[in-house]
């Protein structure tokens, strides 16, 4: 799969202008470096990833004016009884994204990615909670990841990550970048309300999934080496 389809599509029916299509496809680059440094860093294969060529913005009810931009999701797909995780990557994000920011959101989602994979597992997907919220979802999101320093062993990768989530990610000037540059100039918006950024799998489709078990065991061990640094934290 191309990773830039829908962006390319987006482009040739001109939704996307020349301009923003060719910032995005100069910038793309910086996108494939952080996959391969979190392959590195954690030893395992990152999930597909495309470019979603709208800006993802999610809000607790469309009547609120409290709002937050998604820069990237992990979706779990289930296509002819075949499971997949897809990682959505925004075009504003790679647009307008310091290299350091781009590399800790890529690094967040794939935190998401094993741990989606490992409720995967253990059969725990049936009722994931929902928020209605947007600081209760920061603080969910927060509590139920893997420990970056267990996952990653790249220094850098791990200070990029603990300065832009130190709880729940926010970056000003880059979300005003975009506000300017992408939501102002009325380029592509899509709206998704916070439960519908969460998925249910029937007990059938988890039951038809297949995952290799070495790749489960590693993120047994990497999920209980998180355990033991977030009981250190609690105590």
Known sequence: MDPLVRFKDAHSKGIIPDDMYDLVVKRFPIVVAGINRI???????????????????????????????????TIPVLFDEKFQVVIQISA????YGLKGTIHAILAHEFLHFIELIRKIS????????????LFENVYSDET?????????????????ITKKFPAGFRDYKLEDKVT??????????????????????????????????????KIELLHEKSLKIHKKKLY
């Open 180 to 217: 300017k540059f992408w939501a102002d100039k009325n380029l592509p918006k899509s709206n998704i309300s916070l439960d519908a950024n969460n998925v249910k799998l029937s007990a059938e489709s988890l039951s038809k999934i297949k995952l290799s078990p070495a790749f489960l065991s």
């Open 39 to 73: 392959e590195k860093a954690s030893g395992i294969r990152y999930p597909v990833a495309y470019v979603e060529p709208s800006l993802v913005i999610s809000s607790p009810n469309p009547n609120s004016y409290e709002y937050g931009i998604l820069f990237a999701r």
């Open 122 to 133: 253990k059969m725990d997907l049936l009722s994931d909670e929902i928020s209605g919220n």
């Open 92 to 95: 504003p994000l790679i647009a």
């Open 144 to 160: 139920r990841l893997f420990e970056p320093r267990v996952v990653f062993k790249d220094r850098t990768l791990l200070n990029h």
